[in-house]
């Protein structure tokens, strides 16, 4: 699987690393289970619907991260990406934590899929 991350998704990622410390190797582990099964798996990750795009941009609702004392895949972490089955690839749109935001940003995902 190839992954590639927007430059929004490398500054909301830096931002993000300064609360979370251990974030970086968290991402790590997520990379590797997007590897092994890239679709949305409810209730942890969902398709994100009526965007009028082709690829599928899927939302996952629970990151393990250990930075977050405990909590673990209720950490309240987002990762939104989208999946280009057939290149094998996977594009990393956007990281928040749901306290920052409520929702995902569809003008970035629009401005870089349509």
Not at 23 to 48: C, H, M, N, Q, W
Not at 56 to 77: D, E, F, P, T, W
Request: glycine share 6%; aromatic share 8%; proline share 3%.
């Amino acid at each position: 699987m190839i992954f590639e991350e927007l430059n929004e998704f490398e500054k909301d990622l830096k931002k993000l690393l300064k609360r979370y410390r251990t974030l970086g190797s968290d991402l790590e582990v997520v990379r590797k289970v997007l590897t092994a099964e890239p679709r949305e798996r409810p209730p942890f990750s969902y398709r994100i619907d009526g965007l009028g795009i082709e690829s599928c941009v899927i939302k996952v609702k629970k990151i393990a991260c250990k930075a977050l004392k405990g909590r673990g895949a209720n950490s309240g972490l987002r990762l939104i990406y989208a999946h280009f089955e057939e290149e094998k690839r996977i594009v990393l749109i956007e990281l928040y934590h749901k306290s920052d935001k409520e929702l995902e940003d569809k003008e970035r995902i629009l401005k870089n899929f349509k």
